[in-house]
């Protein structure tokens, strides 16, 4: 599947070059990620591409998976299931994922200028506060930040490099980065990936409430952050090349202690419908995260999702994975 990209307000993203809308289909062409490919995206490149997709799993191991899932949920045995998890004969812990595709680049941008990041090495941990509560929100405002300045220059001298061959537009890099900076996009596919692979009737995966869950200019809100994006930026054979990793904290969360915290039960049934027809799920889940019951609920297990992408802006390959962890610390050291 190709990565597609539609600009809903090009002359916002043509503001940085001062073309007002006649670059717009050749960024567009540039920016495009291109087919997920075997092939090494660098020397450094790891060889996650020959993992089989999450729809192409051993038929074998799928069913079985599912079954201890649910037995060790009913027999609330969390041991047990902290051991599977970590068990890559039973549970992999890598999968390929589809391209990023982004409707509206603008928006993408709005939602990096509240993101921590690191950019080679350098972190930038100072964000934007969100809209103060009952100050009018601009949707069609640029936003910026220290983060995103910054990248923006790095994305000029990278192009300018006597190393790197052929003509690259710094603001086709800056937006093909900003499409993998993306959070909300980036956690619907992440979650989109573990639903058919850990959710059951019994058990429910969500994200952990987060700052980013809460919309501009809302009071009581998460005040937690979401962990900073990692970003490289380095120049291989020539070409541009960019790693760009994302970690989203999930949780299982059994469904009995949902209906015990008072959390809507129409939803959960909803859930149920939507599992059996083997629908998407992150339009159900977000909705159970904003129930007021899940405030500050913590899950049965913490799941660390990586979402990872290698990128060469110079051939258009690239490779979008997830790898999961189950962090020790965070789950109280049960695992072994």
Sequence with gaps: MSASVSYSNPKHFNAYTGNQGSSVKSLAAKIKGGNTTSKSISNSSVAVATIAPTGGHQPFTLPVLHQKLTQYTRGSDRRQLLRLLTNPKEF???????????????????EAAYERGALNGVKFMKV??????????????????????????????????????????????????????????SEKDALEEMTPLLARDELIVLPLKRRHHTPAGKTGGESKMAPPIDVELFVEAGDVHAKVTMIHEFGLFRKSDLIARGVNEHRLSEWSKLLSKG?????NQHKLLHDAAFTNMKPWVFL??????????????????????????KNSGYVR
């Design 279 to 283: 629908k998407p799920l992150s339009s």
């Design 92 to 110: 992999p812990s890598s999968h390929v994922m589809k391209n990023v595709f982004v409707e509206d680049i603008a928006m993408a941008e709005r």
């Design 128 to 185: 934007k506060d969100p809209t103060p509560s009952g100050e009018k929100k601009n949707n069609n405002e640029p936003m910026d930040s220290y983060f995103l300045q910054t990248l923006r220059e790095i994305c000029g001298h990278m192009c300018e490099m006597d190393g790197v061959i052929g003509s690259i537009d710094p603001m086709a890099l800056y937006g093909g980065l900003l499409l993998r900076l993306c959070r909300s996009t």
């Design 304 to 329: 660390d999702v990586d979402v990872i992408e290698r990128i060469n802006f110079g051939s258009g390959n690239n490779v979008r994975f997830l790898s999961v962890r189950v962090p020790d610390e």
